[in-house]
């Protein structure tokens, strides 16, 4: 799906990445976590659904190669955050709907999930106990 | 193991406690520095993933540090070395899950309990000392050459 | 629709079955607690990565109507234990929070 058709969709505009409308996302991942986004997915040009808008989540989407932000829950980063973005080719969307909502709309559209990556977890027991 | 082949490059980042805003820049200029030398993508993706989680443990846990990168024809070295509290179980912090991060890191995207293990599982060798009330050093090497296209390095402890 | 037969629509474990018959109002997703406690309502079930202990408080101050984890990240016992006592559904799957949300939205919102 391009993301301009995909901005439509879930009622989202460009913060950065406008004239990138016609990128191709097929694949999304959702999560507010960074740590989990870099665990977890496995392919490059992922669309990223987040309500996480620290500048971190900028540089997180840069070494995973993902194809876009899709911020949602009306939150937005700062201009500064926006401006780096910007120069690193990152395109940022920002959507005021839940994230629910925004994955159920994607996901009914044919977007599909990120394909999955062996986590560290998955070769031991859960649950550590927690502090 | 034999003598390590002398480094084609080496450079080293300091990293400010609590800088909010600039955490992420090391692991952003570290992979700059790693594509313009020509390493292999796969390499620069798990550089960038072990120095990003390296750096991010410094800025919201320690009291500042630095990070050094090396680079030889067979591998890529990531020191980290940090002034703070350590660690005070290290079999703990290397759990999936396990997490001791305050609540405002929580709700800032931090705080999964995955960082170590993220390093740990993007590394070929991962090495981990820490003194309680000094500080942190983990060395982590990736090797280049081995390349692995399917993202999972689960076997990476071992 | 019922805890019970989103259960049984998404292939969902029942880590606790606390009240199958609860009607589920709809979804949230999210990883941050306090984001939850301002938005998610009543009766919503919460889709999330988040397995620690506080998950289960969080869900009982919001009345929702239980806890979906992802990607087979399956708390531990003593927060399977507190979710029995404060009486929260918590279920468990394998599939990501993208798509079990997107199910689980097809299946209230056809």
Redesign the interface.
């Known amino acids: 799906m391009k993301l301009q058709a995909l901005a439509e969709l879930v009622g989202a505009r460009f913060l950065t990445g406008a004239d990138q409308g016609e990128r191709e996302v097929t694949r999304a991942f959702a999560a507010?976590?960074?740590?989990?986004v870099?665990?977890m997915v496995?392919?490059e040009g992922v669309l990223l659904i987040?309500g996480?808008v620290?500048?971190?989540?900028?540089?997180?989407a840069?070494?995973?190669?993902m194809g876009a932000i899709l911020f949602v829950r009306g939150k937005l980063p700062t201009p500064?955050t926006v401006e780096y973005a910007a120069g690193?080719g990152v395109p940022l969307l920002a959507t005021g709907k839940i994230m629910y909502e925004t994955c159920g709309i994607l996901y009914q559209h044919g977007v599909l999930p990120a394909?999955r990556?062996?986590?560290?977890?998955?070769?031991?027991p859960?649950?550590?106990?927690?502090? | 193991m034999s003598p390590p082949i002398p480094p084609i490059h080496k450079r080293i980042f300091l990293v400010a406690a609590g800088d909010?805003?600039?955490?992420?820049?090391v692991?952003?200029a570290v992979?700059r520095t790693l594509r313009e030398l020509g390493v292999e993508p796969d390499v620069v993706?798990r550089a960038?993933?072990v120095c990003?989680?390296g750096e991010?443990n410094m800025v919201l846990f320690s009291q500042g540090g630095r990070i050094i990168l090396i680079v030889r024809e067979d591998r890529v070295e990531l020191l980290f070395s940090d002034r703070g509290p350590g660690i005070a179980n290290i079999d703990?912090a290397r759990?999936?899950?396990?997490?001791?991060a305050p609540?405002w890191a929580?709700?800032?995207?931090?705080?999964?309990?995955?960082?170590i293990?993220?390093m740990?599982?993007n590394s070929d060798r991962f090495e981990i000392h820490s003194r309680v009330g000094e500080g942190t050093v983990i060395r982590s090497t990736i090797l280049r050459g081995v390349h692995d296209d399917?993202?999972?390095?689960?076997g990476a402890?071992a | 629709m019922t805890i019970q037969a989103i259960v049984e629509e998404l292939g969902l474990e029942a880590l606790v079955a606390a009240d199958l018959a609860r009607e589920v109002r709809g979804g949230y997703c999210s990883?941050?607690?306090?984001d939850v406690l301002a938005h998610a309502k009543a009766g919503d079930l919460w889709i999330t990565?988040?397995?620690?202990l506080n998950v289960v408080a969080v869900a009982k101050l919001r009345e929702l109507s239980g806890v979906i984890c992802v990607r087979g990240?399956a708390p531990g016992p003593d927060v399977i234990s507190r979710a029995a006592d404060e009486k929260i559904n918590l279920l468990l799957t394998s599939e990501d929070a993208f798509e079990v949300a997107g199910r689980l939205h097809r299946l209230l919102h056809p």
């Open positions: 507010d976590l960074l740590s989990d870099l665990a496995r392919e987040t996480t620290t500048p971190q989540v900028v540089r997180v840069e070494v995973m190669n500064a690193a394909k990556k062996g986590l560290p977890m998955d070769h031991v859960p649950n550590p106990a927690h502090p | 909010l805003e600039g955490a992420g820049s692991s952003t992979r993706k960038g993933i990003f989680e991010m703990l759990q999936p899950g396990y997490s001791t609540d929580r709700e800032l995207g931090f705080g999964s309990g995955l960082g293990p993220n740990e599982q399917t993202g999972d390095r689960g402890r | 990883d941050l607690l306090s990565h988040q397995r620690h990240l």
